[in-house]
Protein backbone atom coordinates (compact mmCIF):
# COMPACT_ATOMS: atom_id res chain seq x y z
CA UNK A 1 0.00 0.00 0.00
CA UNK A 2 2.83 2.48 0.90
CA UNK A 3 4.51 1.97 -2.80
CA UNK A 4 1.02 2.39 -4.70
CA UNK A 5 0.03 5.54 -2.36
CA UNK A 6 4.17 6.94 -3.24
CA UNK A 7 2.85 6.11 -6.66
CA UNK A 8 0.19 8.11 -6.51
CA UNK A 9 2.03 11.09 -4.94
CA UNK A 10 4.35 10.81 -7.63
CA UNK A 11 2.16 11.06 -10.50
CA UNK A 12 0.28 14.45 -9.23
CA UNK A 13 3.98 15.78 -7.85
CA UNK A 14 5.11 15.53 -11.45
CA UNK A 15 2.05 17.12 -12.86
CA UNK A 16 1.64 19.43 -10.50
CA UNK A 17 5.22 20.34 -11.82
CA UNK A 18 4.29 20.26 -15.41
CA UNK A 19 1.51 23.15 -14.61
CA UNK A 20 3.82 25.65 -12.88
CA UNK A 21 6.16 25.41 -15.46
CA UNK A 22 3.63 25.90 -18.30
CA UNK A 23 1.24 28.31 -15.85
CA UNK A 24 3.04 29.67 -13.24
CA UNK A 25 6.20 30.22 -14.56
CA UNK A 26 5.79 32.74 -17.23
CA UNK A 27 3.53 35.30 -15.63
CA UNK A 28 5.61 35.39 -12.29
CA UNK A 29 8.48 37.39 -13.56
CA UNK A 30 5.47 40.17 -14.26
CA UNK A 31 4.39 40.26 -11.27
CA UNK A 32 5.80 42.59 -7.92
CA UNK A 33 7.96 40.29 -5.57
CA UNK A 34 5.43 40.03 -2.77
CA UNK A 35 2.86 38.74 -4.95
CA UNK A 36 5.48 36.35 -7.42
CA UNK A 37 5.80 34.64 -3.78
CA UNK A 38 1.87 34.08 -3.63
CA UNK A 39 1.73 33.05 -7.06
CA UNK A 40 4.59 30.65 -6.94
CA UNK A 41 3.48 29.05 -3.13
CA UNK A 42 0.52 27.47 -5.29
CA UNK A 43 2.75 24.83 -6.01
CA UNK A 44 3.66 24.34 -2.59
CA UNK A 45 0.73 24.77 -0.90
CA UNK A 46 -0.57 21.76 -3.49
CA UNK A 47 2.53 19.39 -3.01
CA UNK A 48 2.15 19.75 0.85
CA UNK A 49 -1.94 19.29 0.76
CA UNK A 50 -0.96 16.00 -2.00
CA UNK A 51 1.11 14.76 0.28
CA UNK A 52 -1.27 14.68 2.99
CA UNK A 53 -4.28 13.15 0.97
CA UNK A 54 -2.50 10.67 -1.43
CA UNK A 55 0.19 8.84 1.19
CA UNK A 56 -2.11 9.14 4.34
CA UNK A 57 -0.04 11.55 6.13
CA UNK A 58 -2.10 13.62 9.07
CA UNK A 59 -0.39 16.83 10.15
CA UNK A 60 -0.24 18.50 13.60
CA UNK A 61 1.26 22.13 13.20
CA UNK A 62 1.56 23.84 16.77
CA UNK A 63 2.72 27.65 17.66
CA UNK A 64 1.48 29.05 14.54
CA UNK A 65 0.46 32.07 16.78
CA UNK A 66 4.79 32.41 17.33
CA UNK A 67 5.06 33.84 13.75
CA UNK A 68 6.21 37.46 14.07
CA UNK A 69 4.66 40.10 11.66
CA UNK A 70 8.21 41.43 11.00
CA UNK A 71 11.21 40.04 9.29
CA UNK A 72 12.82 37.50 11.19
CA UNK A 73 15.71 34.29 10.52
CA UNK A 74 13.99 31.06 10.32
CA UNK A 75 15.82 28.54 11.65
CA UNK A 76 14.67 24.27 11.43
CA UNK A 77 16.05 20.89 11.47
CA UNK A 78 16.44 19.42 7.76
CA UNK A 79 15.66 15.79 7.20
CA UNK A 80 13.69 16.15 3.96
CA UNK A 81 12.19 18.17 0.95
CA UNK A 82 8.80 18.39 2.58
CA UNK A 83 9.61 21.32 5.00
CA UNK A 84 11.84 23.21 2.51
CA UNK A 85 8.05 23.56 0.10
CA UNK A 86 5.91 23.88 3.65
CA UNK A 87 8.21 26.50 5.86
CA UNK A 88 7.51 28.61 2.84
CA UNK A 89 3.97 28.83 3.41
CA UNK A 90 4.93 29.57 7.41
CA UNK A 91 6.52 32.87 6.82
CA UNK A 92 5.73 34.51 3.51
CA UNK A 93 7.62 35.94 1.75
CA UNK A 94 10.92 34.10 2.62
CA UNK A 95 14.28 33.72 1.39
CA UNK A 96 16.16 29.90 1.36
CA UNK A 97 19.45 29.79 1.74
CA UNK A 98 20.32 26.69 -0.92
CA UNK A 99 22.64 25.06 -2.45
CA UNK A 100 23.71 26.38 -5.70
CA UNK A 101 22.81 23.30 -7.90
CA UNK A 102 19.15 23.56 -7.20
CA UNK A 103 19.05 26.83 -9.47
CA UNK A 104 19.96 24.75 -12.56
CA UNK A 105 17.10 22.15 -12.12
CA UNK A 106 14.27 22.51 -15.24
CA UNK A 107 11.29 24.23 -13.67
CA UNK A 108 12.14 24.19 -9.79
CA UNK A 109 15.13 25.66 -10.50
CA UNK A 110 13.88 28.62 -12.27
CA UNK A 111 10.79 28.94 -10.19
CA UNK A 112 13.86 29.50 -7.33
CA UNK A 113 15.00 31.87 -8.77
CA UNK A 114 12.64 34.43 -9.07
CA UNK A 115 11.97 34.37 -5.23
CA UNK A 116 15.50 35.55 -4.45
CA UNK A 117 16.76 32.32 -2.90
CA UNK A 118 20.90 32.56 -0.80
CA UNK A 119 22.63 29.74 -3.28
CA UNK A 120 25.47 28.25 -1.45
CA UNK A 121 28.73 27.51 -3.45
CA UNK A 122 29.95 24.27 -1.38
CA UNK A 123 33.01 24.08 -3.41
CA UNK A 124 34.09 27.34 -1.67
CA UNK A 125 33.08 27.51 1.97
CA UNK A 126 35.11 30.38 2.78
CA UNK A 127 33.37 32.27 0.16
CA UNK A 128 30.06 31.15 0.30
CA UNK A 129 29.70 32.05 4.11
CA UNK A 130 31.05 35.17 3.62
CA UNK A 131 28.18 35.18 0.19
CA UNK A 132 25.06 34.12 3.21
CA UNK A 133 25.96 36.44 5.73
CA UNK A 134 26.10 39.48 3.11
CA UNK A 135 23.19 38.54 1.22
CA UNK A 136 21.02 37.36 4.13
CA UNK A 137 21.45 40.78 5.88
CA UNK A 138 20.32 42.63 2.45
CA UNK A 139 17.32 40.43 2.41
CA UNK A 140 16.16 41.09 5.81
CA UNK A 141 16.87 45.10 4.97
CA UNK A 142 14.59 44.71 2.01
CA UNK A 143 11.89 43.50 4.65
CA UNK A 144 12.37 39.71 3.81
CA UNK A 145 12.51 36.69 6.05
CA UNK A 146 15.52 33.85 6.07
CA UNK A 147 15.39 30.63 5.86
CA UNK A 148 17.97 28.85 7.07
CA UNK A 149 18.82 24.84 7.94
CA UNK A 150 21.47 24.94 10.52
CA UNK A 151 22.70 21.39 9.93
CA UNK A 152 23.85 22.27 6.55
CA UNK A 153 22.32 19.64 4.84
CA UNK A 154 19.47 16.95 4.90
CA UNK A 155 20.23 14.49 8.71
CA UNK A 156 18.02 11.23 8.27
CA UNK A 157 15.81 10.83 11.99
CA UNK A 158 17.82 9.41 14.79
CA UNK A 159 21.00 11.29 13.35
CA UNK A 160 23.23 14.47 14.37
CA UNK A 161 24.74 16.98 12.95
CA UNK A 162 26.72 20.18 13.99
CA UNK A 163 24.78 23.22 13.48
CA UNK A 164 26.11 26.19 11.64
CA UNK A 165 25.68 29.25 13.21
CA UNK A 166 25.80 31.59 10.06
CA UNK A 167 21.76 31.80 10.48
CA UNK A 168 21.95 33.32 14.53
CA UNK A 169 24.98 35.73 13.02
CA UNK A 170 22.32 37.27 10.31
CA UNK A 171 19.83 37.67 12.61
CA UNK A 172 22.06 39.33 15.46
CA UNK A 173 23.54 41.54 13.04
CA UNK A 174 20.26 43.03 11.33
CA UNK A 175 18.79 43.01 14.99
CA UNK A 176 15.84 40.41 14.11
CA UNK A 177 14.10 37.77 16.27
CA UNK A 178 15.23 34.05 15.36
CA UNK A 179 12.43 31.87 14.71
CA UNK A 180 12.41 28.11 15.43
CA UNK A 181 10.94 25.34 14.08
CA UNK A 182 11.06 21.69 14.66
CA UNK A 183 9.54 18.61 13.35
CA UNK A 184 9.58 14.78 12.20
CA UNK A 185 9.03 15.59 8.55
CA UNK A 186 11.43 12.72 7.28
CA UNK A 187 9.84 9.91 9.48
CA UNK A 188 7.38 10.21 6.73
CA UNK A 189 9.17 11.53 3.60
CA UNK A 190 12.45 9.89 3.54
CA UNK A 191 15.48 12.24 2.33
CA UNK A 192 16.84 9.34 0.30
CA UNK A 193 13.95 7.02 -0.62
CA UNK A 194 11.31 7.29 -3.09
CA UNK A 195 8.57 5.58 -0.89
CA UNK A 196 6.16 7.80 1.33
CA UNK A 197 5.35 6.89 4.89
CA UNK A 198 1.90 7.33 6.50
CA UNK A 199 1.24 8.47 9.68
CA UNK A 200 1.28 11.57 12.03
CA UNK A 201 3.52 14.40 10.87
CA UNK A 202 4.87 16.71 13.73
CA UNK A 203 5.65 20.86 13.12
CA UNK A 204 6.32 22.80 16.20
CA UNK A 205 7.03 26.84 15.69
CA UNK A 206 8.64 28.27 18.92
CA UNK A 207 8.57 31.67 20.11
CA UNK A 208 10.25 33.94 18.67
CA UNK A 209 14.08 33.99 20.08
CA UNK A 210 15.56 37.64 20.50
CA UNK A 211 18.85 38.43 19.62
CA UNK A 212 19.46 42.06 20.53
CA UNK A 213 22.34 42.75 22.93
CA UNK A 214 23.38 38.91 23.14
CA UNK A 215 25.99 36.53 20.99
CA UNK A 216 25.58 34.66 17.94
CA UNK A 217 27.15 31.67 20.38
CA UNK A 218 24.69 32.33 22.76
CA UNK A 219 21.48 32.35 21.05
CA UNK A 220 22.28 29.73 19.06
CA UNK A 221 22.63 26.93 21.72
CA UNK A 222 19.23 28.57 23.08
CA UNK A 223 17.96 27.59 19.72
CA UNK A 224 19.81 23.58 19.31
CA UNK A 225 18.54 23.23 22.76
CA UNK A 226 15.23 23.91 21.91
CA UNK A 227 15.14 22.02 19.04
CA UNK A 228 16.67 19.00 20.13
CA UNK A 229 14.18 18.85 23.06
CA UNK A 230 11.32 19.26 20.80
CA UNK A 231 12.81 16.53 18.44
CA UNK A 232 13.08 14.07 21.13
CA UNK A 233 8.98 14.50 22.21
CA UNK A 234 7.90 14.52 18.77
CA UNK A 235 10.39 11.78 17.01
CA UNK A 236 9.55 7.99 16.80
CA UNK A 237 13.06 7.62 16.30
CA UNK A 238 15.21 8.10 19.66
CA UNK A 239 17.70 11.36 19.61
CA UNK A 240 21.21 10.83 20.00
CA UNK A 241 23.10 12.61 22.21
CA UNK A 242 24.88 16.35 21.69
CA UNK A 243 28.22 15.41 20.13
CA UNK A 244 30.92 18.71 19.54
CA UNK A 245 30.25 22.42 19.25
CA UNK A 246 28.52 24.77 16.46
CA UNK A 247 29.89 25.58 13.65
CA UNK A 248 32.33 29.01 14.48
CA UNK A 249 31.32 31.78 11.79
CA UNK A 250 32.83 34.90 13.30
CA UNK A 251 30.04 37.10 14.83
Not at 3 to 9: P, Y
Not at 135 to 156: D, K, Y
Request: aromatic fraction near 8%; charged fraction near 20%; glycine fraction near 8%.
Amino acid sequence: MKVLRSLVFYAGYFLALLISGLVLLPAAPFLPLFSRFRLLNLYNRFIVSWFAVSCGVRYHVSGRENVPEGSCVVLANHQSEWETLFLQLLKVPVCTVLKRELLNMPVFGWGLRLIKPIPLDRSRPSRAMRMVLEQGTQRLAEGLSVLIFPEGTRVAPGQRRRYNKSGVVIACRSGVPVLPVAHNAGEHWPGRHWVKKPGHLHVVVGEPIDTQGRSANEVLAEVEHWIEAQLREISAVPRPEVEGEATKVPA
